[in-house]
């Protein structure tokens, strides 16, 4: 049975969950109360099933210091990831990677950039189940009027990291 071990990591925005495989992270999420889709430790849960998971705050340290280094520094192609998903998230997921710190990008742009010009819908929900947050930047797209749109975690987060990333909204 596969293994992914879990552990909690205090950042400037709040507590997050963060979990690997033998493969690379394959989680990050945030324990927040107002996610309609319940926390990021019950979403972990459900995402993978038929697994054995191991709680170690050691290594949910050691895995947060990494992936909160590696946002600040914009260098997420430096971090191990396990992704999982279908061959449209992956690709949507990879046009995100593209998207530099400090700047936004809308649903349009992304659909266009996959080559998919009339599947902003579709991209967007893509968007919404990046299982790695922060490192996969979905928080840096918006709607193409400039309206900070939904993040998984809460509007209020993805404000404060676009802030961090010096984007105002």
């Known amino acids: 049975m596969e293994k992914i071990i879990y552990g909690y990591y205090d950042s400037e925005f709040g507590q997050m969950i963060i979990a690997q495989t033998d493969i690379g992270i394959c989680w990050i999420g945030f ?3 107002n996610c309609a889709k319940g926390d990021g430790l019950s979403l972990l849960y459900k995402r993978f099933s038929n697994v054995e998971f191991m709680r170690s705050d050691t290594v949910g340290k050691s895995l947060g210091e990494t992936v909160i ?3 600040r520094a914009d260098m997420p192609f430096g971090v191990n ?13 990879k046009s995100l990677l593209n998207i530099d710190k400090g700047s936004t990008s809308s649903y349009a742009e992304i659909a266009e950039d996959i080559g998919r010009p ?8 893509a968007i919404g189940q ?3 947050s922060l490192i996969v930047p979905c928080h840096r797209v918006i709607q193409k009027n400039g309206v900070i749109g939904n ?11 676009l802030k961090e990333e010096g984007v105002y909204l």
């Open 118 to 125: 009339k599947s902003h819908r579709a991209v967007g929900t």
């Open 151 to 161: 993040y998984l975690w809460g509007k209020e987060i993805k404000r404060q990291i």
């Open 69 to 71: 280094n590696a946002w």
């Open 81 to 93: 990831l396990d992704l999982r998903g279908t061959d449209f998230q992956k690709q949507v997921w």
């Open 130 to 132: 990046n299982p790695v």
């Open 31 to 33: 324990m927040v109360d």
